[in-house]
T-cell receptor
Framework: EDKVVQSPLSLVVHEGDTVTLNCSYE??????LLWYKQEKKAPTFLFML????IEKKSGRLSSILDKKELFSILNITATQTGDSAVYLC???????????????FGEGTQLTVNP | DAGITQSPRHKVTETGTPVTLRCHQT?????MYWYRQDPGHGLRLIHY???????DKGEVSDGYSVSRSKTEDFLLTLESATSSQTSVYFC???????????FGPGTRLLVL
């Protein structure tokens, strides 16, 4: 069964700390891995990763994919209270049933950054 | 953000009543999706559409039907709502399967 597992499920840190969020997956016909940030509304897109070992960066956020070990990490440096959110990992794969691509989401990591 | 709206944003209904949620996008995206989000499960795909009148089931499609008569609108219908369908429903769309999906603001549905 295709699945995406995120860890930790919940994390509380202080402003300025660096955090690492994990996402492991088991899917057939992998196409890409995506990270989303969800505050009290809809998920917003952060990164799409398709190749191993190539770091994607956006400000204090960065992410990397390891297709051999089937995981990705999302790093946030110098955290701020505005980083408090649920971070969702999703894996896109090609569905054998329909020959179309699908997204499977992990449960998310609830990050709380305290001042 | 893509122009995706959902209506209603909140709804309370009773078990056994029909409910229709609407997703509207102004980006001329070909693909549209309906997800539900529940604690302990993350986002799960209900149905998706790959064009007008072309739809397919997701992983949790039982009890739901969809219709897409126009590119911009994707309707999700609960024919006879049950308490297990209490959830937050998100619509998403993208122009191409290889592109990221953009999400609507969500609809909170409570079935009493």
């Amino acid at each position: 069964e295709d699945k995406v597992v995120q860890s930790p499920l919940s994390l509380v840190v202080h402003e300025g700390d660096t955090v690492t969020l994990n996402c492991s997956y088991e899917v057939t016909n992998f196409r890409s891995l995506l990270w989303y940030k969800q505050e009290k509304k809809a998920p917003t897109f952060l990164f799409m990763l398709t190749s191993s070992g190539i770091e994607k960066k956006s400000g204090r956020l960065s992410s990397i994919l390891d297709k051999k070990e089937l995981f990705s990490i999302l790093n946030i440096t110098a955290t701020q209270t505005g980083d408090s959110a649920v971070y969702l990992c999703a894996v896109e794969y090609l569905s054998e049933e329909t020959s179309g691509s699908r997204l499977t989401f992990g449960e998310g990591t609830q990050l709380t950054v305290n001042p | 953000d893509a122009g995706i709206t959902q209506s209603p944003r909140h709804k309370v209904t009773e078990t056994g009543t029909p409910v229709t949620l609407r997703c509207h996008q102004t980006e001329n995206h070909r693909y549209m999706y309906w997800y539900r989000q529940d604690p302990g499960h993350g986002l799960r795909l209900i149905h998706y559409s790959y064009g007008v009148k072309d739809t397919d089931k997701g992983e949790v499609s039982d009890g739901y039907s969809v219709s897409r008569s126009k590119t911009e609108d994707f309707l999700l219908t609960l024919e006879s709502a049950t308490s297990s369908q209490t959830s937050v429903y998100f619509c998403a769309s993208n122009r191409d399967r290889q592109e990221t999906q953009y999400f609507g603001p969500g609809t909170r549905l409570l079935v009493l």
